[in-house]
């Protein structure tokens, strides 16, 4: 969408950054308690689930099912995506990407992750 309304605008894509559980910094961490911090931290583990998985559709139950394990957390949407057009992916979709909005305790928690392997992102595969 950036190419078609901005051709001149390129967008570089880097790693997140994490804490030691995986959870994507951010200043809204900082209003969650340790307890909460640590509920949140299954977004990333869910997110490994996904990549984890061989297929769509396995993709999308993996992470939804890692999800569903910590109620505390109300999901606005859990989907995967084409990276480039951020549509909903297909089965040969060549850049899926993982994206979860939730909240826990009124604090609204982003992230995202690329399916792919070779694309930049660190999953701190020991968590």
Do not use: C
Not at 25 to 54: D, G, H, T, V
Not at 101 to 114: C, H, S, T, V, Y
């Amino acid at each position: 969408m950036t190419n078609e309304l901005h051709p001149t605008i390129n967008i570089i894509s880097s790693e997140t950054i994490r804490d030691n559980s995986g959870l994507a910094l951010s200043s809204r961490n900082a209003r969650l308690s340790e307890s909460e911090k640590q509920k949140a931290a299954i977004i990333f583990k869910s997110l490994i689930a996904a990549r984890s998985a061989k297929n769509l559709t396995d993709m999308k139950r993996e992470m939804l099912a890692a999800l569903a394990s910590q109620p505390e957390i109300t999901l606005d949407y859990a989907e995967i995506i084409d990276g480039e057009t951020f549509e909903n992916a297909v089965a040969d979709t060549q850049n899926k990407r993982a994206i979860i909005a939730g909240w826990i305790n009124g604090i609204r928690l982003i992230d995202n992750m690329p399916m792919q392997e070779n694309q930049a992102e660190s999953n701190l595969a020991a968590l």
